[in-house]
T-cell receptor, first 112, second 118 residues
Framework: GQNIDQPTEMTATEGAIVQINCTYQTSGFNGLFWYQQHAGEAPTFLSYNVLDGLEEKGRFSSFLSRSKGYSYLLLKELQMKDSASYLCAVLHGSSNTGKLIFGQGTTLQVKP | DAGVIQSPRHEVTEMGQEVTLRCKPISGHNSLFWYRQTMMRGLELLIYFNNNVPIDDSGMPEDRFSAKMPNASFSTLKIQPSEPRDSAVYFC????????????????FGPGTRLTVT
């Protein structure tokens, strides 16, 4: 079966750093995605990890440990516009294509 | 590129009526996905197609739901008859095939259809 866990809510202060964790148990793992979703909008791609380690992309970084079934999204220099839901998703499938299994999402509130 | 296009953006219907949601994927993308999002259950995959062929429909709730992809540029999700518990935001997403070298496999989401069944 598939199981993806992430905290439901987090609060942080503008300018600070926040780390959103995601743990997963799944078969047929082919990578892990992070998506951002603002209220009332569609999810948008943030990052993709398939190998262990840290991927940095501006203020956002994502880390993966396949052996531990663990990932985190690190947001630096938080801005008010970073208030959103952050979805961890595992790419499942071994064929030419595959499907994303999403976690419930972490709602991040950035306060002044 | 216009991105993934969905219509209608909002749909309000009465219980028992048929609902048809439409999606146009990004040109050149081989895979198309239908999701449903609710507060209680989060984002759930309903069905996905690869090269217009349904690959996995294990997420389709029941026989009242059906999806088709008659060609590479169009897909529909139909609910007949609709029930209040079907109220949700339905997203369509598309992605390129994984085998294409240098193309990152990510899903691009449409704006969604907010369905309310009264």
């Amino acid at each position: 079966g598939q199981n993806i866990d992430q905290p439901t809510e987090m609060t942080a202060t503008e300018g600070a750093i926040v780390q959103i964790n995601c743990t997963y148990q799944t078969s047929g793992f082919n990578g892990l995605f992070w998506y951002q979703q603002h209220a009332g909008e569609a999810p948008t791609f943030l990052s993709y990890n398939v190998l262990d380690g840290l991927e940095e992309k501006g203020r956002f970084s994502s880390f993966l440990s396949r052996s531990k079934g663990y990932s985190y999204l690190l947001l630096k220099e938080l801005q008010m516009k970073d208030s959103a839901s952050y979805l961890c998703a595992v790419l499942h499938g071994s064929s030419n294509t595959g499907k994303l299994i999403f976690g419930q999402g972490t709602t991040l509130q950035v306060k002044p | 590129d216009a991105g993934v296009i969905q219509s209608p953006r909002h749909e309000v219907t009465e219980m028992g009526q048929e609902v048809t949601l439409r999606c146009k994927p990004i040109s050149g993308h081989n895979s198309l996905f239908w999701y449903r999002q609710t507060m209680m259950r989060g984002l759930e995959l309903l069905i996905y197609f690869n090269n217009n062929v349904p690959i996995d429909d294990s997420g389709m709730p029941e026989d009242r739901f059906s999806a088709k992809m008659p060609n590479a540029s169009f897909s529909t999700l139909k609910i007949q008859p609709s029930e209040p518990r079907d109220s949700a935001v339905y997203f369509c997403a598309s992605s390129p095939a994984r085998a294409i070298a240098g193309v990152r496999y990510e899903q691009y989401f449409g704006p969604g259809t907010r369905l309310t069944v009264t």
